[in-house]
């Protein structure tokens, strides 16, 4: 069973505000990233238990080099640095199954901690096929084009709720946080969470004939809205047609190109 982690950072336990995932760099540094490790060791460990052959974790957050090499898990190989071919790097046909782990809920969920998509500071929205969507879909969407199905997804009660939604009521979720406000919320204490993610982890693959690729009807029509004016002034053409101030449409032949804007 070979398996794909696809990792961000907001939804990983023990994480509260933005500054630890990379607006305050030494936060980011000594509480986010051996953070995000350590939510990745547990899940590589429940997937072991599970009976995966192999698993590849892909770095999701910002820009990559998220990763901290010496506290890589033994087990598993990594996808990681700054210039990402595309999103879900490394992922092919060849995968039974993927995860996504740390993720959260789309632009505007009030009780979703961190809650955005793609930028939280343009506060952009997306749509696909007239459906709002957030990174648990676009994720989805490219890891379904391969014919994967997504088995597992992490993060906040909110982002699990999502999750269900989208992907279906046969995926093993696992919530290590519920969210009060954008940067408020109770948290597990990561000793317990570690131990739900590796049982999550070990469940998810009795899951995989039972989860489907997640698919849109091609072509994918897009729809993006930037909600903070000085970034929507920054956006550029070539992200497709601009209809207002603020609003950009395309049109997607595949959903690997659903990230050109």
Same mark, same amino acid.
């Given at each position: +069973? ?11 336990? !023990?994480?509260?505000?933005? #500054? ?10 000594? =509480? ?5 490790? /350590? ?9 072991? =238990?599970?009976? #995966? ?6 770095? !999701? ?9 010496? %506290? +890589?898990?033994?087990? /598993? ?5 700054? &210039? *990402? ?6 992922? $092919?046909?060849?995968? $039974? ?10 632009? !505007? ?24 969507? !957030? &990174? ?17 997804? @992490? ?5 699990? =709720? ?7 009521? $046969?995926?093993? @979720? ?12 109770? %948290? ?9 993610? *590796? ?28 909600? @903070? ?33």
């Amino acid at each position: +069973m070979r398996v794909y982690i696809s990792t961000d950072m907001e939804g990983i336990s !023990g994480i509260s505000t933005f #500054a630890q995932c990379g607006r305050d760099p030494a936060r980011y540094e000594a =509480e986010g990233r051996p953070l995000l490790m /350590a939510d990745i060791s547990a899940c590589v460990d429940g997937l072991i =238990e599970g009976g #995966a052959s192999y698993i590849l974790v892909g770095d !999701g957050h910002a820009s990559g080099c998220n990763f901290i090499p010496e %506290l +890589m898990h033994p087990d /598993a190989d990594y996808f990681t640095g700054t &210039e *990402r071919p595309r999103a879900a790097s490394g992922l $092919d046909e060849s995968f $039974d199954a993927a995860i996504l782990l740390g993720y959260h809920a789309m632009n !505007g969920t009030e009780t979703g901690m961190m809650h955005h998509t793609q930028s939280s500071k343009a506060e952009t929205k997306y749509w696909y096929n007239g459906v709002e969507s !957030g &990174e648990i879909v676009q994720s989805s969407l490219v890891i379904g084009h391969f014919d994967v199905p997504v088995v597992m997804v @992490t993060g906040d009660l909110a982002t699990c =709720e999502e999750a269900h939604h989208f992907l279906g009521d $046969d995926i093993v @979720t696992v919530a290590v946080k519920e969210g009060f406000s954008r940067q408020c919320g109770i %948290l597990i204490a990561p000793e317990m969470a570690h131990e739900m993610l *590796r049982e999550g982890a070990a469940e998810c693959l009795s899951r995989v004939e039972l989860c489907k690729p997640f698919k849109m009807d091609l072509p994918i029509e897009g729809k993006m809205i930037v909600q @903070t004016p000085e970034y929507a002034e920054k956006r550029g053409e070539n992200l497709g047609k601009k209809i207002n101030e603020n609003t950009w449409v395309a049109s997607f032949e595949s959903p690997l190109d659903i990230y050109r804007f």
